[in-house]
């Protein structure tokens, strides 16, 4: 039922800006952004938006956190991501929704591997948390809801975030060892329905 939801949900968004850019003479407003959150702990979130009518726009954007260790956890993470946005006001301003799809590759400790505790595997193996970490790639289809404002003549905030399917494809690895610890000869395969974005973008209008 949750991916009929998603599914349906991005194919009406798509129809509407399909038919939005041929009744509508596209605009040529794009702003430049930047995520105000994630800055102080040194992680990289930008992204361009683009006018294409009256309601809608196209954002891009990317993501890297490159630490090898944050706070002693894994935390390397590269994500790009394209969304397609629905005003209900006009573009660039107030409430939208919109249907994002991402793809990230990640070597990172999960939250709740952070404390002590013992890891079993399959073959009765066990393993401190806290030295597992896991890498792989997502697939991400998501929902996204925000608000958008003006700050001055060039400058926009937009607040935002977004929840969806993330398909996961990943390894577990001990971090003394360098060995697998899950037990598995091949790849992992999991999937959840998760808040995987959001933030405070900064956003700077240059055309």
Do not use: C
């Amino acid at each position: 039922m949750k991916y009929k939801f998603l599914a349906g949900f991005l194919t009406l968004l798509s129809v509407g800006s399909l038919n939005a850019q041929e009744q509508e003479k596209p605009e040529t407003s794009v702003y430049l952004k930047g995520n105000a959150l994630f800055i102080p702990i040194g992680v990289i979130n930008v992204g361009l938006e683009h006018q294409l009518s009256k309601r809608y726009t196209l954002q891009g954007d990317l993501l890297i956190s490159p630490w090898k260790s944050f706070a002693g956890h894994e935390m390397q993470y590269y994500s790009v991501s394209v969304e397609g946005r629905y005003y209900f006001d006009e573009a660039f301003k107030h409430w939208y929704l919109g249907a994002n799809l991402g793809f990230s590759a990640f070597n990172v400790q999960k939250w709740n591997y952070w404390k002590e505790g013992i890891f079993v595997n399959d073959n009765n193996e066990e393993f401190s948390k806290s030295n597992l970490h896991q890498k792989g790639i997502s697939i991400l289809v998501g929902v996204t809801a925000g608000y958008q404002f003006k700050l001055s003549e060039n400058w926009n905030m937009d607040i935002y975030a977004t929840a969806g399917s993330s398909q996961d494809f990943y390894k577990g690895y001990d971090r003394t060892t360098g060995e697998r610890y899950d037990g598995a000869s091949g790849t992992n395969k999991s999937g959840e329905i998760v808040p995987y974005r959001g933030g405070v973008m900064l956003s700077y209008k240059f055309k």
